[in-house]
């Protein structure tokens, strides 16, 4: 059986360098784009007392040694959010952030297990104001690289064309001609069995086992996220409480959350919170996203007590996460993220 040659073999890396060069460009526009914006470039710290407290993100585990051979946990970060949403409190106001990060268990055409994430924060000012960030950033890049259209898997989107704006809660109507909200109560509470019953009539498979939030990804992937990003880029917004750990209630309603997602081609490209800064609300959460993961993958992993007294005096402040690496992408017409990647991660030997 042959092997595909290394990325780092003459006749690959020639193929692979005009992805790379795209990608080097893209990253200097975009430094360019954060700094007329007087935001200031930070740098953090990989290993972290948590990765994160996401139940359905995993992470990669390590050791740090003392000087007397005693050993403490430490984990590479999934995202560098807890330590941004830090300098945040301590008073920077806008920041950005190229981090390498690490997710475990992740691996194919769009995931890899290190990448770059660019993170950036805004004090005092509305998730709205990133939604127009997004829009400048997906025309900087097809400018910078030349193209008039993002491409992937036969997919086309206009990253000159205004993103589509839509609710969650719509799209499950548009797309799987289901009640979303109805399942979800004033106080952000959930009911299994209202959506289980919608997804029924709707002809979507329930197992016995399912809960809420499975319920609700498994319309999400195979109803909703099919037709995101199509012709232009879709900023999917005011998701459920349940499903935005990190993110406040709408003032408009509080069963649904300050987050948006970033589409383009079908492809997800950023996550978006108006941060949550109550830190009682924000450690029942991460307690409850940690007993979901302890009872589907058997682990969990600590709070960072640093964040959550850090998020006690943090103010108001707006976030998003853009996965660098699936931008470059589509801007440079690249089919797999190892592509764009200079050094990809080496397989498991077979």
């Not at 997804?199 to 990804?217: I, K």
């Not at 682990?299 to 660098?324: H, K, V, W």
């Amino acid at each position: 059986m042959s092997h595909a040659s290394p990325w780092w073999t003459p006749d690959v890396h020639a193929d692979r360098r005009p992805f790379l060069l795209g990608r080097n460009r893209i990253q200097s526009a975009l430094r360019r784009f954060f700094d007329a914006r007087d935001f200031i470039e930070v740098d953090t710290a990989t290993l972290q007392i948590s990765p994160g407290n996401e139940a359905h993100l995993h992470a990669f585990a390590t050791e740090a040694l003392n000087h007397d051979d005693s050993a403490h946990p430490l984990y590479l970060h999934t995202s560098p959010e807890f330590a941004c949403k830090k300098l945040v409190a301590a008073g920077e106001k806008r920041i950005a952030c190229f981090a390498h990060v690490y997710r475990n268990r992740e691996r194919g055409p769009l995931h890899h297990p290190e990448f770059t994430m660019l993170e950036w924060y805004r004090a005092g000012e509305t998730y709205e104001t990133l939604m127009r960030d997004c829009a400048e950033i997906l025309a900087l890049a097809a400018e910078t690289t030349g193209t008039h259209q993002f491409t992937f898997q036969g997919r086309t989107s206009d990253p000159f064309a205004a993103p589509e704006r839509l609710a969650v809660a719509e799209a499950f109507a548009r797309f799987a001609g289901i009640d979303l909200l109805a399942s979800i109560a004033p106080d952000g509470g959930t009911d299994r069995e209202m959506l289980a019953a919608a997804m029924r009539s709707a002809g979507l498979r329930v197992a016995a086992d399912d809960t809420w939030a499975d319920l609700f990804s498994r319309v999400l992937v195979e109803k909703v996220e099919p037709h995101l990003g199509f012709g232009r880029a879709t900023i999917l917004d005011e998701y459920p409480v349940a499903e935005a750990a990190l993110a406040r209630p709408t003032a408009r309603d509080r069963r649904v959350a300050e987050r948006f997602e970033l589409y383009a081609c079908g492809v997800e490209l950023a996550n978006a919170f108006g941060e949550l800064t109550d830190a009682s609300e924000q450690r029942r959460r991460f307690e409850m996203e940690m007993a979901e993961k302890s009872r589907v993958y058997g682990e969990t992993y600590p709070l960072d007590e640093d964040f959550l007294a850090a998020l006690a005096i943090m103010p108001e402040a707006s976030g998003i996460a853009l996965g660098f690496d699936r931008l470059v992408m589509l801007a440079t017409g690249a089919t797999r993220i190892d592509q764009v990647l200079w050094a990809p991660v080496a397989e498991t030997a077979s």
